[in-house]
């Protein structure tokens, strides 16, 4: 085992407390925004040493870890890190690939959502309308029309592959521009929520709620001037923050924290994963009644105000767990 506590150098008889070692696998681009020089130093403070992982080496030759932090796509990689976790049950892997291939496909990863109650938090949690379109764009006016979505719909492709082209999302205002749409796609009826969504950062059992501004409010007159289909603008960057915009009250209220607390808790136990985001709204004219529209497996938690403090908190635990579980051991 990797955390014994603390040991003894063998020269000057100090005492060293040994690092929880996190070997992570991760992109470029998600290494330099998850890793930043701030974040590392906290963590290294705190015990925590980061290892970069070689994907052209045998995972079972690197090492030893105590947990396995990874967010590479290909199926190769995940039957790579599911042979792991098989033969080495003692590392903690975040997450577990089966798990978060859930997430991968937008017909599958609100199902858990559907299939919730939550009306007695506080608040009524839902999913849009939608509908499934795999082939054939001519057709798709007509399986509109018989699942009787409404328009403007939001038009996403079906597969999250992690791709700039997967999450390049649509609103189609006009039944003839359906047809534009390139399937294999979800549609989903859009929702007026007066321009503002709520991401909802979860890190085990830490909660991190912030807003971002969003489309605003479409009307039937709007939708007969502008028929077509617009590009859905990107409310990742930190740059479209509502968090310090001056906001109706009723707009800028963040959704119930026992609301929020009841929906991760239940997310993460059906889920199967840790780290993730849902991407939620308010219906407009109302208070209590939301949408989940969408759920990203280890988002862009440098973003997220106080994710060093957060993520190191949260690979800490693993580190109580160790040294409760070797304490039991003697």
């Known amino acids: 085992m990797r955390i014994k506590g603390k040991n003894f150098d063998g020269e000057g008889g100090e005492e060293e407390e040994q690092k929880l070692v996190v070997g992570y696998a991760l992109t470029l681009k998600k290494k330099k925004s998850f890793l930043q020089p701030e974040f590392e130093r906290l963590a290294c403070k705190k015990g925590i040493l980061f290892v970069a992982i070689d994907v052209n080496l045998p995972l079972s030759d690197q090492g030893p870890f105590d947990i396995i932090l990874h967010k590479l796509l290909g199926k190769e990689w995940g039957d790579i890190v599911e042979d792991y976790r098989q033969t080495h049950p003692e590392v ?6 089966y798990a978060i291939q859930h997430l991968h496909n937008r017909q599958s990863m609100l199902q858990d959502v559907v299939d919730l109650n939550l009306s007695d938090f506080h608040g009524r949690v839902g999913v849009p309308k939608q509908m ?14 018989k699942a009787g979505l409404k328009l403007p719909l939001v038009a996403k492709p079906l597969v999250v592959d992690g791709s700039a082209k997967s999450h390049e999302l649509f609103l189609a205002c006009d039944w003839s521009s359906l047809s534009e749409l390139e399937p294999p796609l979800v549609l989903q009826e859009f929702v007026n929520h007066d321009g503002i969504l709520f991401k909802i950062y979860i890190v085990g059992d830490a909660i991190k709620v912030v807003r971002r501004f969003s489309l605003s409010n479409v009307n039937q007159c709007q939708l007969a001037k502008v028929p077509g289909i617009f590009p859905f603008p990107r409310v990742s960057s930190a740059a479209a923050s509502a968090d310090d915009a001056d906001l109706d009250p009723r707009v800028a209220e963040l959704p119930p924290r026992p609301l929020l607390e009841r929906l991760s808790k239940e997310l993460r ?26 759920i990203n497996y280890f988002p862009g938690y440098g973003k997220m105000p106080d994710y060093e403090v957060i993520f190191t908190d949260f690979l800490l635990t693993f580190k109580k767990k160790k040294y409760r579980a070797i304490s039991c051991e003697d």
Do not use: C, Q, W
């Open 92 to 97: 903690i892997v975040i997450d577990p690939p």
């Open 132 to 145: 499934v379109i795999m082939k054939d764009p001519l057709s798709i006016p007509d399986e509109v029309a």
């Open 269 to 294: 136990h059906r889920l199967g994963l840790r780290l993730f985001n849902i991407d939620m709204i308010r219906e407009h004219g109302t208070r209590d009644i939301f949408y989940v529209i969408d």
